[in-house]
């Protein structure tokens, strides 16, 4: 099953309003990183959070991460029409014996458009 | 310097012909994935290689599948007899170190498969 979900899978704003998208999750992580992805091609890194982290911002982005609710949201203030993209999750899972930590598992994502 | 680039970006090929996906991961970068991704879909991860290390192969969908990675850099992922649900976007990602870093994602190949 997906580790990680993001929800909901489709958002429309005008061009000046915030985004929120959320995300959740099953198993421990690591860390949990977003990312963007233009025309169904290549991702693009927007942030990444680790477990110990509650909140991390990056221009007009801000990541929360809740471990006890398994959840985290991104937050895109003052959205521009070239935030148009699909979203996605990707979480880390914390290391075990020949661990998988260095997979990401990635939500199906939020198809964010922002219309002038 | 130059990001992650693949080869070809689009690809159509007959059911049952065999294809080769190359992804040349940015230079010093000792982790590469390849993941696939169909149509609204979220990405499937396929395979890992770090350094000298066994391939971690335990997402490649059938043994139709393979990937290998010369000298540590380039790497091709080898669809045999290609079937119509092969059909994805196939992204190959590097990444500077093993622990879930942040990955670096080439443009990706569409394969089309007919």
């Known amino acids: 099953s997906q580790q990680g979900e993001e929800d909901p899978q489709a958002l429309s704003i005008q061009e000046g309003e915030n985004a929120t998208m959320n995300c959740s999750y099953k198993t421990s992580i690591n860390n949990l990183q977003w990312y963007r992805q233009n025309s169904g091609r290549g991702l693009v890194h927007l942030i990444l959070i680790r477990s110990n982290e509650r909140e991390k911002h990056s221009g007009r982005l801000r990541v929360t991460l809740d471990t006890s609710k398994k959840s985290s949201s991104l937050l895109i203030t003052a959205s521009r029409a070239a935030d148009t993209a699909s979203y996605f999750c990707?979480?880390?899972?914390?290391?075990?014996?020949?661990?998988?930590?260095?997979?990401?598992?990635f939500g199906k994502g939020t198809l964010l458009t922002v219309n002038p | 310097g130059a990001g992650v680039s693949q080869s070809p970006s689009n690809k159509v090929t007959e059911k049952g012909k065999d294809v080769e996906l190359r992804c040349d991961p940015i230079s010093g970068h000792t982790a590469l994935y390849w993941y696939r991704q169909s149509l609204g879909q979220g990405l499937e991860f396929l395979i890992y290689f770090q350094g000298n290390s066994a391939p971690d192969k335990s997402g490649l969908p059938s043994d139709r599948f393979s990937a290998e990675r010369t000298g540590g850099s380039v790497s091709t992922l080898t669809i045999q007899r290609t079937q119509q649900e092969d059909s994805a976007v196939y992204l190959c990602?590097?990444?500077?170190?093993?622990?879930?870093?942040?990955?670096?994602f080439g443009p990706g190949t569409r394969l089309t498969v007919l």
């Open positions: 990602a590097s990444s500077l170190m093993e622990l879930a870093s942040e990955q670096f």
């Open positions: 990707a979480t880390a899972r914390t290391g075990g014996s020949g661990g998988s930590n260095y997979k990401l598992t």
